[in-house]
């Protein structure tokens, strides 16, 4: 027999919010304790701004990911709703509507019709939800687990640089947590293009470019405005 197929389209809501958050925990975290420390704060002061910019950046990351996904979700009941009472009230228009769809889809009108019928009497409102409004099992919002998710990968992130920064010597601090961020990055975006099975080298190109650039402006800024704490 062939060999069976492993699809990772199921991943995409927490692997979107798990990436978006490691990538950001990293990025500001790292960005936040090298502008300190360019601007020639003690030891102590960069690891308390590390420290606050985790609690605060996975609240914050948990806090708007619920937000986002909760409207998301809410339209999708919504439109569940509204289809429901579409199939309660006219259900003959609703079955040419999806007997249309899988003509277009390309099947004959015939064989469209047995389609629709067969999955109307099985679960007509999962038809509809699948076929015209594009909602399935795979891809339906959940609130709870991409806030989660998002405050999790955003303190495991920005615990990387913060624990760096704390064994780093204050000399070479800012090369030490550039340079683990930076290698953290490549393998964060490698790791997330081989989890969808995307090509790793751009992915990983890509976080670690655009990553390096925010940490250096950061850095430079701290250094042109900081004042001895």
């Known amino acids: 027999m062939p060999p069976r ?14 990436v978006l958050g490691a990538n950001d925990g990293i990025v500001s975290t790292a960005s936040l304790i090298t502008g300190v420390a360019a601007a020639q704060a003690t030891h102590g002061a960069i690891l308390t701004s590390g420290l606050a910019g985790l609690v605060a950046g996975a609240l914050s990351m948990a806090a708007g990911e619920y937000v986002s996904v909760r409207s998301q979700a809410d339209t999708e009941a919504a439109d569940l709703r509204l289809e429901q009472r579409s199939l309660k009230r006219n259900s003959t228009e609703e079955l040419a ?8 889809r390309g099947l004959t009108r015939d064989l469209a019709t047995q389609v629709a019928r067969q999955l109307t ?10 076929d015209e409004l ?4 795979h891809n339906r919002a959940r609130p709870v687990q991409a ?10 992130g920005a615990a990387l640089p913060l624990l760096v920064a704390t064994l780093a010597p204050v000399p070479q601090l800012i090369g030490w947590v550039i340079g683990a961020s930076v290698v953290c990055l490549a393998g964060l975006g490698a790791l997330a293009a ?4 995307a090509p790793r080298a751009p992915a990983a190109l890509r976080v670690t470019v655009l990553g390096g650039l925010a940490m250096a402006a950061t850095t ?5 405005f900081g004042v001895a704490v």
Do not use: K, Q, T
């Open 194 to 197: 081989g989890a969808g099975g």
């Open 220 to 224: 430079m800024v701290g250094a042109l």
């Open 134 to 137: 594009g909602i399935s099992v």
């Open 121 to 130: 009497s099985h679960d007509a409102l999962d038809a509809h939800a699948r």
């Open 147 to 156: 806030a989660v998710a998002s405050a999790a990968s955003f303190a495991g």
């Open 97 to 104: 509507e999806l007997i249309d769809i899988y003509v277009g």
């Open 5 to 18: 197929e492993h699809h990772r389209i199921f991943r995409s809501n927490w692997l979107r919010a798990a």
